[in-house]
DNA sequence: TCCTCACGGGG
DNA sequence: GTGTACGTGAGGA
């Protein structure tokens, strides 16, 4: 008997039991088994079920039948089911398929949970949960355990050895044509693939695995270009490849798929996963946004492995954190549905529109202003308001409504949904206090990676409430939290205009508000006021020195909601929906805005900022030479976009369409949701396809169209400076030096709010 | 003028 | 192993 201590690295099924890998504090790696008999259930009439257990026996299927009775979250009773409680871990998804399809009118639960999250849940662990295992002379454990929590503040990560496998060059996509050598990188040296024999690959990359022993390693298109290659190369010469651990398993390769998510469609290419060891491709995992630090936080608050957490959306782990809170309290777990789309009912329509509240915002040019934010708001009003789908409609509570649409919503018992976001607000809330306490750089780090991974499953999980597939999801769920964001919006108006306060704006969560001479003192009075007549936290977000609301470009008379910047007391920018913003928008034309957005930014007034006028025309006036001059480099010049269809359907030959065909045409298949980078060439050429160049074809662009990237700037410059009442005529006449910038100045001090002048450029509408 | 198409948000 | 909705602006036909 051996007892050891470490981290759960892997946890899966093989043979009849399952594989589990325990990392421990020197770093050395161990090959566990344990036992797992995962339960589904069947729910039907005495008659069906009675008809399940005689086909079951007669299969002679590896399994035990028993009577068990369950609560069925939505109808809040007991049911009566047949729990089919299966001895082989491996043949769970099988033996759910057989039942399913054999009888296909019955309801199954808990019959599409992985085997890892069944084992997580059985043993009361998690990811990277720092255990103590006991285990006999052949590696079987006799008892495992961890007196670590996922609620843990402060936890420890294994010693993990990485290697690096890349092309050389790193980062073009390999698929679209130009590849480099293969290089692998650990213990801070580069080895180069001496040459593009296949067998020599091969050999090379196994000795490499053999001798770094990794735990991770990280590729840059390992996915779906580097991993495939290897492993149709080993299958070609019929030679082993290492890349597993685990020596019994093979690599699992999942296709590629395309699929709807927050409004467009992603892309994720073929994925290869391996066995005791982990993969991370950079180019096909949603960790940039946070890196491994917050990959660690989330699987081991979401209970998902690693490798499924780094390539699986936010949506998946909020979901997985609400089956484990469901598991834990004996609920049963429906089915995740997967439904095609479909058309909208006329009910769907009619309650669309009924989203957060927005203002039509006073546009122009506001001084003194603060900004008040609802922290975490949908969130924080599933939680106090226990809005979930099981509680709404809720037959105990009748004198409980939700306001406006006044749905009867639980009084008496917790939801699914608060249960699961409550403790998980509460973590988030400790790491933001302690981010402000901490002088330490490191921690200091850490803490915001951990909250800003966090802040991913929250937001997250208000969208999966009105998600059709959702396994808890419930529209009429959807509308109580944004109906109580709206009640709760409108009472801090109400709050802060009783006070004196003019509101300038209110979107979803926030309210611009301004009054003269207010004390930092007031402030915080006012949000004090506010959180006891909401129940909700909110923050002073900001005190701008000014902030610009944008008037619409079709209708220079409207304001709209989206389109603002300011500059807060520090200097600091807050810019939303204008071209800085946007993923689309050259990184030239981002930074000239955000330049000159930030020489405005040091302006503290009126007066200021017309005096500063003078040096934003200058500055214009070199970029508009840096471009002409063709100085810009290429990269700088690239427009991004990600194709929401096949290249051949679209419709409109627009530079995006052309482009996406110009890949067709050279034998490049692309996808929907894949990312297109390219530079406009020559914008009016009467061939479409040498108007533009993808970057991955630029080396034969001889030069970009400075003419047509003049129009850009002169567009994003427009933007940032209508609020100073400048128009197009204004900058043409000081463009031809006719009219002096000592009377543009007197405009912009003059400039009433709400005035507007038109657009900056004529020839640019 | 109408239609097509891409993007934002939360940090 | 997949949130929703809509509003906005650019540009082709």
Request: contains cysteine; glycine residues 4%; aromatic residues 10%.
């Amino acid at each position: 008997m051996k007892r050891l201590m470490g981290w759960l690295f892997d946890a899966y099924a093989q043979a009849n039991a399952l594989t589990v890998w325990l990392i421990d504090e020197e770093g050395m790696a161990h090959r566990l088994t344990d036992r797992l008999r995962p339960s589904f259930f069947v729910s039907g009439t005495r008659a069906e079920l009675h008809q399940v257990c005689e086909w079951i026996t007669r299969a002679g299927l590896p399994v035990r039948l028993k009577r068990a009775e369950r609560r069925d979250l939505f109808a809040r009773h007991m049911l009566i089911l047949l729990e089919i409680q299966v001895l082989i871990p491996s043949q769970y998804a099988l033996l759910v398929h057989r039942i399913h399809t054999t009888f296909p009118s019955l309801t199954l639960y808990n019959a599409d949970l992985s085997i890892s999250q069944f084992y997580f849940f059985e043993r009361n662990l998690f990811p990277l949960a720092y255990c103590e295992a006991l285990a006999n002379e052949s590696n079987v454990i006799v008892e495992i355990h961890s007196d670590d929590s996922r609620w843990a503040l402060d936890y420890g990560v294994p010693p993990l050895r990485s290697m690096v496998m890349q092309l050389e060059g790193g980062t073009p996509n390999p698929n679209r044509g130009q590849s480099a050598p293969l290089e692998i990188t650990y213990n801070d040296r580069t080895y180069q693939l001496p040459n593009e024999d296949e067998r020599t690959t091969v050999e090379w990359v196994n000795a490499h695995l053999t001798r770094c022993n990794p735990d991770v390693i990280i590729t840059r298109w390992g996915d779906s270009f580097i991993l495939p290659r290897l492993v149709q190369a080993a299958q070609r010469h019929h030679l082993p490849l290492h890349l597993n651990r685990d020596p019994n398993c093979r690599t699992q390769m999942r296709p590629a798929r395309s699929y709807f998510s927050y409004g467009r469609i992603v892309h994720k290419t073929m994925s290869h996963t391996l066995f005791g060891r982990w993969h991370i491709d950079l180019n096909n995992a949603f960790i940039l946004d946070y890196d491994l630090e917050g990959a660690v936080e989330v699987a081991r608050l979401t209970q998902q492995p690693m490798q499924q957490v780094v390539r699986v959306s936010s949506g998946t782990g909020i979901s997985a954190m609400q089956v484990a809170t469901a598991y834990h309290n004996g609920y049963l777990i429906p089915y995740q549905k997967s439904e095609p789309e479909e058309f909208k009912t006329a009910r769907d329509l009619l309650t669309s529109d009924k989203g957060g509240l927005t203002y039509q915002p006073i546009t122009g040019l506001h001084f003194d202003v603060a900004e008040l934010d609802f922290a975490s708001m949908y969130p924080a009003i599933m939680a106090r308001y226990n809005v979930s789908p099981e509680t709404i409609h809720c037959s105990c509570c009748p004198e409980s409504r939700v306001p406006e649409i006044g749905y009867s919503i639980c009084r008496r018992e917790r939801g699914l949904v608060p249960e699961t976001l409550a403790p998980l607000i509460q973590k988030r809330l400790t790491y933001k206090k302690r981010l402000k306490q901490t002088t330490d750089v490191n921690e200091k780090e850490s803490y915001r990676r951990r909250a800003s991974a966090q802040k991913w499953l929250l937001v997250t999980c208000f969208g999966y409430l009105g998600y059709k597939n959702a396994r808890f999801g419930k529209i009429e769920a959807h509308e109580a939290v944004t109906a109580y964001g709206r009640e709760m919006l409108l009472r801090a108006k109400d709050l802060v205009e009783e006070r004196g306060f003019r509101v300038l704006h209110m979107l979803t969560d926030s309210l611009w508000i301004q009054k003269p001479g207010t004390s930092d003192g007031e402030y915080e009075l006012l949000t004090h006021q506010i959180e006891r007549t909401t129940d909700l936290p909110i923050e002073l977000e900001a005190i701008y020195k000014w902030v610009a609301f944008l008037p619409s470009r079709v209708n220079p008379y409207a304001s709209v909601p989206n389109r603002y910047f300011g500059a807060k007391r520090d200097a600091e920018l807050k810019i939303r929906g204008i071209e800085a913003r946007r993923g689309d928008t050259p990184a030239f034309i981002r930074a000239a805005q955000i330049e000159l957005l930030e020489e405005m930014a040091q302006a503290d007034s009126r007066v200021e900022l017309a005096a500063r006028l003078p040096r934003l025309l200058e500055m214009v006036r070199a970029y508009e030479y840096q471009l002409r001059a063709g100085q810009v480099a290429l990269e700088e010049l690239a427009f991004t976009f990600r194709l929401s269809r096949a290249p051949q359907a679209y419709v409109v030959n627009n530079l995006n369409a052309i482009v996406a065909r110009e890949f067709m045409r050279r034998g490049v298949q692309l996808e929907a949701g894949e990312s297109i980078q390219y530079v406009v060439t020559n914008y009016r050429a009467k061939i479409p396809r040498e108007r533009v160049r993808a970057m991955e074809f630029i080396g034969e662009a001889k030069n970009y169209d400075a003419e047509r990237y003049v129009q850009v700037l002169a567009r994003a410059v427009e933007t940032i400076l209508t609020p100073l009442g400048i128009n197009a005529t204004m900058l043409t006449d000081w463009q031809k030096k006719t009219l002096l910038s000592r009377s543009l100045q007197a405009r912009v001090v003059g400039n009433p709010e709400r005035e507007y002048w038109g657009p900056l450029f004529e020839d640019s509408t």
